[in-house]
């Protein structure tokens, strides 16, 4: 019965080819969504573990980076530097803004650096300096339709875009970056309010412990002395991080899931039933032969199963295309399709629909009367 299946796949490799394609869309698409999921909250977690310090200090009952609001007091950097000698605390302020250009709007993160928290890998550029210069996100400036040397304004001021980075994108608020003399005079210039309740100068403080000091208890010190701050390792920033995407858009990608696992299920049903029609005096043959359901349902899913497996590379390949058309149409979106968990998810997705789909059939091969079959 086996053999016959595989063999009756393989008879009519032009139907079983435009099978195969019509399944691998369906999978490629499911790839995408599983892809997009594990781009956003990839580009969430990856910046603040990136962070370049040993810990992280952030308003208390904050526990992430992305989207803060996070304000410390003028005293807590030295308050921090006086609790462990040779400790370093570098301040970095993070304002969020709308960058305008040609009628567009993008919702970004002003990052005002000191010594640390700058840009750690630029793609094209170099850091900005205290002048009117700002370092914006290599996707953020895709977007905008931005090159190095243009001028952008940011809240009233005109700043030259001097650099382009990676790894500093997210599609909530991806990252700006200005040196922390030059932010202060664009908060001045603007007219916002510097120091008040609404916005402080220190968002988080970027620690640097002394090698002979652990962890551990560097952390107990600073959380005794700074009771206003909470103290994190970039890592568990990250994590925190990519925790409230996965809070945010959960329940829109648990949706969507569900919606691609029975699209998947109904496409492989009628394509099985398709293929049952298509094949029906055959199957009357292999039930006058004496098959028994069990061996029907086999015959099934061994069908599925193929198709399954031959759609595969066409869906990995159509993935990346679909991909790519995204990352066009809104460079902030980055779908990790080939991501090994994301290709696990597609698998599974196209096995178990696979196997499922195939026996939705079944019930009419069981009731199927071969006399009837012989006599059309």
């Known amino acids: 019965m086996l053999h016959w299946t595989i063999r009756q796949w393989w008879s009519k490799p032009w139907r079983a080819l435009l099978i195969a394609a019509v399944f691998a869309a369906v999978i490629a698409l499911s790839l995408l969504f599983e892809g997009l999921r594990a781009g956003i909250l990839g580009d969430l977690n990856d910046f603040s573990a990136s962070l370049p310090a040993d810990l992280v200090a952030l308003e208390r009952n904050s526990d992430r980076f992305a989207l803060s609001n996070s304000r410390l007091a003028q005293l807590s950097r030295e308050r921090a530097e006086a609790v462990i000698p040779g400790l370093e ?159 945010l858009l959960g329940s829109m990608f648990a949706l969507i899931t569900a919606i691609t696992w029975l699209i998947a299920l109904l496409t492989m049903a009628m394509l099985r039933f398709s293929d049952v029609h298509a094949a029906l005096r055959q199957y009357g043959v292999q039930k006058a032969l004496g098959a028994a359901p069990k061996a029907l349902a086999l015959s099934l899913v ?50 178990v629909a696979s196997t499922a789909g195939s026996l939705i059939p079944l019930r009419r091969l069981t009731r199927l009367d071969p006399v009837l079959v012989f006599q059309r």
């Open 89 to 247: 605390a570098h301040p970095i302020v993070l304002v969020p803004f709308i960058l305008r250009r040609h009628g567009f709007q993008s919702p970004a993160t002003l990052v005002g650096f000191d010594t640390l928290g700058g840009p750690k890998q630029l793609v094209a550029g170099r850091p900005p300096t205290a002048a009117p210069e700002v370092v914006l996100d290599e996707n953020l400036a895709r977007l905008q339709g931005i090159s190095l040397g243009d001028h952008v304004k940011i809240f009233d001021a005109d700043l030259e875009v001097v650099g382009l980075s990676s790894g500093t994108t997210s599609p909530f608020s991806p990252y700006a970056f200005i040196t922390y003399d030059r932010l202060l005079d664009v908060l001045l210039e603007s007219d916002l309010s510097v120091g008040g309740d609404d916005m402080s100068l220190v968002s988080a403080l970027l620690i640097k412990l002394p090698a002979t000091v652990g962890l551990q208890e560097a952390r107990r010190q600073l959380e005794k002395a700074v009771p206003e701050a909470d103290f994190f390792t970039p890592g568990e920033l990250g994590k925190g991080d990519r925790a409230f995407g996965a809070r």
């Open 302 to 351: 061994v069908g599925g199963v193929l198709v399954a497996l031959s759609a595969l590379p066409f869906a990995l390949i159509l993935a990346k295309l679909f991909a790519w058309l995204t990352a066009a149409w809104n460079p902030l979106y980055n779908a990790r399709v080939w991501q090994a968990d994301v290709v696990i998810r597609g698998v599974a997705v196209a096995l």
